[in-house]
């Protein structure tokens, strides 16, 4: 049984996931609705779904495998739902950071102004650009499936003494993970590689808008300014994303209690829920459809008292 305090906590983990799946189900479904009339689907609009939808289905997961460990611990050891829930996240995981990733550099090609001849030939080949990150995608997948089978098997051979898988577990467990978050760490820099140049673009634009003498923002400011919020509040909710892993993981080697369990499911699922807000209230055509939908709202809920 929960105490209070970890009740508490569980609740608000629950409607931080909640918030977050009809987030993404709304960026979904806009960029989809926009497909089905146009018959045919930006850029932008194939990175912000394909985000959206790995958002969804880690936050499943995350959910899943949080209530499964507090209440069903058994159900992970007699089913083997403990090697699927991983597969998939390891799967989900990749999938969401490289889409994050892929916006970054979007972002970046789309909106920074550098005359580098380097800068000149990535924009102009940004198709190759993104099918060189889709053959990153498949190879860091392929080296995370591949360390994670490793750790599977060995954990069940170490099952055969005792002490010894504990012993193995302490100091091998981090080192396993750590190794198997390498692709999405490199995907992370890269991103963040993205940002930086985007600051030294927009530094560089205010610089000669100075020297032209005019103090106003112009559009491409905005721009520079939007996309920085986006990729700067990626890189902070995706830090604070991997400490709260890293405290779930240190929980489950200490046998620490539940409260600081699903203190870190509560850090963890900051990533993945927050950040599609933060896309909705950057992208125009995703903040003019929420705001509609929201004065429909009203609407209907001051019918409603009217009729009362």
């Known amino acids: 049984m929960l105490g209070e305090a970890e009740g508490m906590l569980l609740f608000v983990a629950t409607s931080e996931a909640v918030l977050g ?100 030939w990535l924009k102009r080949r940004n198709d190759n650009v993104f099918t060189f990150l889709v053959g990153c995608l498949f190879v860091s997948l392929f080296i995370a499936i591949a360390q994670f089978v490793k750790m599977v098997n060995d954990i069940k051979m170490q099952y055969r003494n005792i002490s010894m898988h504990v012993h193995l577990e302490e100091n091998e467990l981090l080192i396993n993970h750590a190794f198997f978050q390498f692709g999405i760490l490199f995907f992370f820099m ?22 032209n003498g005019s103090g106003f923002r112009d559009l491409n400011t905005e721009a520079h300014m939007k996309a920085m919020k986006v990729l700067i509040s990626f890189i902070i909710l995706f830090i604070l994303y991997f400490v709260g892993l890293v405290l779930e993981i240190l929980c489950f080697i200490w046998q620490e209690g539940k409260l600081l369990i699903i203190l870190g499911v ?43």
């Open 21 to 120: 799946v009809l987030g993404n189900i709304f960026i979904a479904l806009v960029n989809c609705t926009e497909y089905s009339k146009n018959k045919k689907l930006s850029k932008i609009g194939f990175i912000l779904t394909g985000l959206a939808t790995s958002r969804i289905c880690l936050i499943w997961i995350i959910t899943f495998d949080t209530y499964t460990k507090l209440f069903s611990i058994h159900t992970l050891t007699y089913f083997n739902l403990y090697e699927c829930i991983n597969y998939l996240w390891i799967i989900m995981n990749q999938l969401s950071v490289w889409f994050a990733t892929s916006l970054s550099i979007f972002y970046f090609l789309k909106i920074a102004k550098f005359s580098h001849y380097i800068f000149i």
């Open 266 to 308: 509560i850090i963890i699922l900051m990533y993945p829920c927050c950040h599609s807000f933060i896309l909705i209230l950057a992208n125009n055509q995703l903040k003019k459809v929420s705001l509609k939908l929201l004065k429909q709202l009203k609407c209907c809920d001051k019918e409603e008292l009217w009729d009362t």
């Open 190 to 211: 890269i991103a963040v590689i993205a940002s930086l140049l985007l600051i030294i673009s927009l530094w560089r634009h205010n610089k000669l808008m100075k020297l």
